[in-house]
């Protein structure tokens, strides 16, 4: 199994410019969500889903959107990136009997200048 | 969900246990203590949750406290790959899932 994979890595991108973080899993887990991770701050859900066609917001939703339209793949859509957005993005999943227990994948390091 | 405090940051010899800890006083009779490790640019791994007996798997033990009030995660023979940053999470097993989980967590060393 790879397990969770995001793509890209790293991306820099200018304020106004929209763009796609990918996330799959091969595991058929549930659950899975979307973190921001940003100096001091822990990890912050911004978007989670329970199943195929079913997501919801987490703490910091505002200028991002989801979809989960098969139980592999949850992209985050940035519509109209800000600087307040730079940050690393990990994507997790689980089971959702067990969806404390995460499984996240390498994050990706996104730059907005 | 019960609030967690940690200590900010931790320094352990290589090859001495390494015991993290963690306080949740107002943690509630049906929530677990998780805990998870994420290493420098990688993202969070999970290690182990307990509820109120002590735990061990292959990564670390879980000590909690009898009035569950505090929990101690211990990697028994510490090695340079331990360092890293250490979450101790409060949870319901099923609860909203909307809530945040992670805190700033506890920094370890593990020094040469």
């Known amino acids: 199994n790879a397990g969770v994979t995001q793509t890209p890595k790293f991306q820099v991108l200018k304020t106004g410019q929209s763009m796609t973080l990918q996330c799959a899993q091969d595991?058929?887990?549930?659950?899975m969500s979307w973190y921001r991770q940003d100096p001091g701050m822990g990890l912050r859900l911004i978007h989670y889903s329970v199943g195929a066609g079913i997501t919801d917001q987490g703490e910091v939703p505002n200028g991002y959107n989801v979809s989960r339209s098969t139980t592999e793949d949850f992209p985050l859509r940035l519509l109209s990136a800000a600087p307040s957005q730079t940050s690393v993005y990990f994507c997790a999943s689980s089971r959702l009997s067990s969806y404390n227990e995460q499984f996240f994948g390498p994050g990706t390091r996104l730059t907005v200048l | 969900d019960a609030k967690t405090t940690q200590p900010t940051s931790m320094d352990c010899a290589e090859g001495r246990a390494a015991n993290l800890p963690c306080n949740h006083s107002t943690i509630s009779g049906n929530e677990y203590v998780y805990w998870y490790r994420q290493i420098h640019s990688q993202g969070p791994q999970y290690i182990i949750h307990g509820l109120k007996n002590n735990e061990t798997n292959e990564m670390a033990s879980l000590i909690i406290t009898e009035d569950r009030k505090s929990s101690t995660l211990i990697l028994p023979h510490a090695t340079l790959r331990d360092t890293a940053v250490y979450y101790c999470?409060?949870?319901?097993?099923?609860?909203?899932?909307?809530?945040?989980?992670f805190g700033p967590g506890t920094s370890l060393s593990v020094i040469p």
């Open positions: 999470i409060v949870r319901l097993m099923k609860t909203s899932y909307d809530k945040v989980i």
């Open positions: 595991m058929n887990h549930e659950y």
